[in-house]
């Protein structure tokens, strides 16, 4: 048998094809349902002998009465339980060279497992035993209080910091999940009683949703039923909580955190609607051109050009209820204020001229390639997926946004551009 092998000719270069001209798929889920009810999407791919399990809780900060109770209970679920100290648990995952994190954010809070697939079935009853027998011992509340109040002292001296509480507080309203962020009372104020209480009611009895992804062991379903899907979770309804927003009234400050200040924090914010609004995806081309990328007009004015800063981005925040759009950068002291004369000049150029072909085109081929890199590899395809599902989306949603990325035109952009990038939307923030 003869084997025809065509040589590369390399005196030839090799065709350029821009990124728009691929054809993305996302690659599908296999879905589950566990004997209690808990839905699994699983992606189970890649090379490599290791996975991911996450665990997600409706047990965000959204559901909390009292600040930072949400925040606790997520980081001390891990601190001890009725058959385990701390040590203990933490012992048990670095044995087999595995990693257990957790994380409490505005809807939901998270435990997420990495480790080889040989050692997944071992792991699983001690994360049952941390969702069923957590005890939240006092010493562990009293090391973190001290700990997170600490922290918090370093961080109030940073204008950066406080320029992102003030922020959201004024886009969101102080009380609103989105808005409120931490004062050392609010951790005085945690009691062991109220991290148990809501550890029972959003966690053990809670609404949980599990994404996997990577290579996993045939067993994976039995396994995961076996522990898992014999939890009392998703029995009882989670309440429908809806926080007003509260906007502030007054769009202009200029805050002095530190006299002696060479840097300042600089915000500008305008509240904008969820994925499900037609000018989400469309948005986001526009944010790109605009500060979302290290080419981006921003960025070439205020760092390239001028000089005033090491870097400026603009992005949509990954809030589920409703978002805002954030300009963020800091730069000099004595160029605050030009800066911000700067950032509102972009807008106007985008407001009154039409972008060149050549910088659409560019923009256009920078997000199908960002596309491109999150799609390479389980654990990046499925944290795709969970975006979606956790946002009440499908995968027809995942593909209008790449046609809308291919085919937006420059003067659909003007268009969104007259309609929101208007200084007057915008509140307007410096920390020194």
Avoid at 309 to 318: A, W
Avoid at 402 to 428: C, D, G, M, R, W
């Amino acid at each position: 048998m003869s084997v025809v092998t065509e040589l590369l000719n390399r005196s030839v270069a090799p065709i350029i094809k821009d990124a728009t001209e691929f054809d993305l798929k996302l690659k599908a889920y296999d879905k589950y349902v566990l004997d209690n009810g808990v839905e699994v999407y699983a992606v189970n791919a890649g090379t490599q002998e290791v996975l991911s399990l996450e665990l997600v809780f409706s047990a965000g900060n959204w559901f909390e009465q009292q600040n930072n109770v949400a925040a606790a209970t997520n980081y001390l679920i891990k601190n001890g339980t009725k058959n385990k100290t701390a040590f203990q648990l933490n012992e048990h995952f670095d044995y087999y060279g595995s990693h257990l994190s957790r994380g409490c954010y505005n809807e939901t809070a998270n435990i997420v497992l990495h480790c080889i697939d040989r050692h997944f079935a071992t792991h699983l009853p001690v994360i049952a035993e941390m969702i069923t027998d957590a005890i939240y011992p006092q010493h562990e509340l009293d090391i973190y209080k001290q700990n997170m109040q600490q922290r918090l002292t370093v961080n109030l001296k940073k204008c950066d910091f406080v320029a992102g509480r003030l922020i959201d507080e004024y886009v969101f309203g102080k009380d609103h999940p989105y808005g409120v962020y931490s004062n050392k009372e609010d951790y005085d104020a945690l009691h062991q009683e109220q991290l148990q209480d809501y550890y029972r009611k959003y966690y053990t009895e809670g609404k949980c949703i599990i994404f996997a992804a990577g290579l996993l062991p045939a067993n994976f379903e039995q396994e995961l039923n076996k522990t898992i899907g014999q939890l009392p979770l998703n029995q009882k309804e989670i309440p429908t909580i809806i926080h007003p927003l509260t906007p502030a009234v007054e769009k202009k400050y200029r805050i002095a955190n530190d006299p002696n200040g060479v840097q300042g924090a600089i915000r500008l914010a305008q509240p904008f609607p969820n994925r499900h609004h037609p000018d989400f995806q469309p948005i986001q081309v526009l944010n790109t051109l605009f500060g979302g990328f290290f080419g981006s007009r921003l960025m070439s004015n205020i760092r390239e050009d001028k000089g005033y800063t090491y870097g400026i981005h603009s992005y949509i925040l990954n809030h589920i209820s409703t978002t805002a759009w954030m300009i963020s950068t800091e730069a000099g002291r004595d160029v605050s204020e030009a800066t911000i004369t700067e950032i509102y000049n972009e807008m106007k150029d985008l407001r009154e001229e039409l972008v060149d072909e050549e910088e659409l085109q560019l923009v256009k081929n920078y997000l199908i390639g960002t596309i491109l890199g999150d799609l390479d590899g389980p654990f990046h395809i499925i944290g795709r997926w969970k975006n979606l599902i956790l946002n009440g989306l499908d995968e027809n949603y995942f593909y209008k946004s790449v046609n809308i990325i291919k085919t937006i035109s420059a003067k659909e952009l003007q268009e969104l551009a007259n309609k929101y990038l208007h200084p007057e939307k915008f509140y307007e923030l410096v920390v020194v």
